[in-house]
């Protein structure tokens, strides 16, 4: 479990550094995960995803938080969560 953390965080910091997917191309392939076809769709995943990943740096998050706005996509799971990934007690 410890190898999937840390390749999926590396694929991700450097997708959302970078645009480049040619690290989560081949972490998702290694872990048989499904790619949406879709570019946006894929991105504003992953930049969704970061928000709630609690090992992500901080500059991180707000890279992909403003890159997902820029999508045109709210960049949390739960719209009313503020804090992206920390529990608000609403569930």
């Known amino acids: ?5 840390k390749e999926r965080d590396v694929a991700f910091i450097h997708f959302v550094k970078t645009d480049d997917l040619s690290k989560v191309k081949a972490y998702c392939k290694r872990y048989g995960v499904k790619m949406p076809k879709n570019w946006k769709v894929m991105a504003a995943g992953v930049y969704k ?4 990943i609690t090992s992500m740096p901080k500059d991180v998050k707000e890279l992909a938080m403003m890159k997902c706005l820029q999508l045109g996509y709210n960049p949390l ?3 009313n969560d503020m804090e992206g990934g920390q529990d608000n ?3």
Do not use: E, K
């Not at 479990?1 to 953390?5: I, K, R, S, W």
């Not at 995803?49 to 709630?52: E, H, T, W």
């Open 1 to 5: 479990m410890d190898d999937f953390v």
């Open 49 to 52: 995803a970061v928000q709630y």
């Open 77 to 79: 799971i739960r719209p």
């Open 89 to 91: 007690g609403a569930d």
